[in-house]
């Protein structure tokens, strides 16, 4: 259901590339099956470069924070407002290809750390050309897009 492993996998690729960088992982205690989100613990107690942070809004995180990018993980339909979020932010997005996911989304998918790590690689490469690749009109068709998903499964 989530991609954390392979988060945590991509970023230590990219930190024994020589890239010194921090995991901020936020993990929820709401609609998470708990004895994953235990093993997700117990895997980053010792890692040093992993801040676990629960229960994070990640709008504010976005909003107040310096990020290099966002990695979104999951294996279920979603409607990536936390991908909508970051790149109206600036912030580069990457995504598994899952649920609704705007153009300018890097994406990876669910189950290969190495690919994922290629993006945020490429992020810290030159942050500039993946920014460059959005523009308002494709986060605008993106956000419709969501809406509209939204809208047929509530029947609105």
């Not at 986060?139 to 609105?156: H, P």
Request: with cysteine.
């Amino acid at each position: 259901l989530y991609g954390f492993d392979d988060v945590i996998d991509a970023v230590a690729i990219v930190r024994a590339a020589g890239i010194e960088t921090e995991l901020h992982l936020a993990v929820s205690t709401a609609g998470m099956n708990q004895l994953y989100r235990e093993q997700v613990l117990a895997r980053t107690s010792d890692l040093e470069w992993v801040r676990v942070r629960e229960n994070t809004n990640v709008s504010l995180a976005l909003a107040h924070e310096e990020w290099a990018c966002l990695v979104r993980a999951t294996s279920s339909d979603s409607f990536g407002l936390s991908v909508h979020e970051a790149l109206w932010a600036g912030i580069p997005a990457i995504a598994t290809p899952v649920g609704v996911r705007p153009r300018g989304t890097q994406i990876f998918g669910i189950g290969d750390a190495g690919a994922a790590a290629k993006c945020i690689l490429r992020v810290f490469a030159d942050p500039g050309a993946v920014a460059d690749e959005v523009s308002g009109a494709d986060l605008r068709s993106g956000l419709d897009e969501t809406v509209e998903a939204f809208n047929s499964l509530v029947g609105g």
